[in-house]
C-alpha cells in the first residue's frame, strides 16, 4: 500500500505525548541503574495491518539518541499473531521510560489501519474507495489520516479550512441547499466545494450546481442506485461531481453499497471507533 507523508505535527505530536506520561521524570525506572543497557523486542499478538513506525522512532530517538531500533516488518505490513516487529538495544531506563508511548501510537495506527483493510478488502474490484472523516481522536487527526492511507484508503478534508462540506445545519441555516451552495461558491474560498443531501430532491439540485462531490446520507439501496445513475448522467453531460455515500456502513453492507457504483464510501468508525492491536514488549534475557 502506498504511504501517505509523514505529518508535520509529528514531533510535537509525540512530544505531548511524553510529557503527559514522564511528566516530571520517570521514577519507576530509576530501579534500574543508569548506566544499564538492555535489548527488547514488540510483537503483535494478533494479525494486524502495522502502522506508526515513524511514532515509535520518535519516541526513543527523543528519550535517547542512542538507541538502535531494527524493524523487521515493513510500514503497512501484514503481521500475523506472534510476530516480531521490532528489536531494540540501548539505555534501559530509556527504554523502560518510552515503552508505554511508543506502543500506544503504534496499537491505535495499526488499530485503524487495520480497520480500513477490511473495508477495503471488503470492496475489492468494486471501483469505490474507502474514505475517513473528521471523527478522529482528539489530537491525532493527522495521525489518523496517515493510517487511513496506509490502510489503502483515502483522506476526505483534513479539517475545515481546506474543504467546503454543506451539511444539514449548513442548508438550515441557509434557507435551502440551492441558497447554501450559492453562499459557499461566493466566498471564493479556493478549496473543493462539497455538499451533502438527504434526499434525491437536494441531490438533483447539488447536481445542477455542479459541486465537487455529492454526499448522500444514509440512502437506502433503490434511492442511492438512482443517485448514482443521476451522477454518472451528469458527468456524461460535461459534469464533475463525484458522489460518496455516508452513514450506517459496516462489513456487512459495504460491497453492497459499493456495488451500486458510488465512488466513495465515507466510514466515521473506521478513526472514531478504534481498537487498539494487542502488541507486548519484552526484555530480552
Known amino acids: 500500500m502506498a ?4 505529518p508535520a505535527d509529528l514531533d510535537a505530536v ?15 525506572a530509576r530501579l534500574v541503574p543508569a548506566q544499564q543497557t538492555a535489548q527488547a523486542f514488540v510483537i503483535a499478538r494478533e494479525a494486524a495491518v502495522i502502522c506508526g513506525r515513524p511514532w515509535v522512532d520518535a519516541v526513543f530517538r527523543s528519550l535517547d539518541a542512542s538507541i538502535e531500533i531494527k524493524w523487521l516488518v515493513d510500514e503497512a505490513s501484514s503481521v500475523i499473531a506472534d510476530q516480531r516487529l521490532f528489536e531494540l538495544r540501548g539505555p534501559a531506563r530509556a527504554l523502560l521510560t518510552g515503552e508505554r ?24 474490484g468494486t471501483g469505490a474507495a474507502i474514505v475517513d ?41 441557509a434557507g435551502g441547499i440551492r441558497q447554501a451552495i450559492a453562499n459557499a461558491r461566493a466566498l ?9 443531501a438527504e434526499n434525491l430532491e437536494e441531490a438533483r439540485a447539488a447536481l445542477e ?56 464510501i465515507s466510514i466515521g468508525a473506521i478513526t472514531k471507533h478504534v481498537r487498539a492491536v494487542d502488541l507486548s514488549m519484552r526484555f530480552a534475557t
Open 3 to 6: 504511504l501517505a507523508a509523514i
Open 14 to 28: 509525540v512530544a505531548r505525548a511524553l510529557a503527559e506520561d514522564i511528566g516530571s521524570g520517570d521514577v519507576t
Open 101 to 124: 508511548s511508543a506502543l500506544n501510537f503504534l496499537q491505535t495506527l495499526s488499530g485503524t489501519a487495520t480497520a480500513v483493510r477490511h473495508y477495503v478488502d471488503a470492496i475489492t
Open 133 to 173: 472523516t473528521r471523527k478522529t481522536l482528539p489530537g491525532l487527526r493527522t495521525a489518523q489520516k496517515y493510517a487511513v492511507v496506509c490502510g489503502g484508503g483515502v483522506n476526505h478534508r483534513i479539517g475545515l479550512y481546506d474543504g467546503i462540506l454543506i451539511k444539514e445545519n449548513h442548508i438550515a441555516a
Open 188 to 196: 471564493q474560498a479556493g478549496v473543493p466545494l462539497m455538499t451533502e
Open 209 to 264: 450546481a455542479d459541486v465537487d462531490l455529492l454526499l448522500v446520507d444514509d440512502f437506502a439501496l433503490p434511492e442511492l442506485s438512482e443517485a448514482v445513475r443521476l451522477t454518472r448522467a451528469h458527468r456524461g453531460r460535461g459534469g464533475k461531481t463525484l458522489i460518496e455515500y455516508s452513514g450506517g456502513t459496516s462489513l456487512d453492507n459495504v460491497r453492497a453499497l459499493a456495488e451500486t457504483g458510488v465512488d466513495r
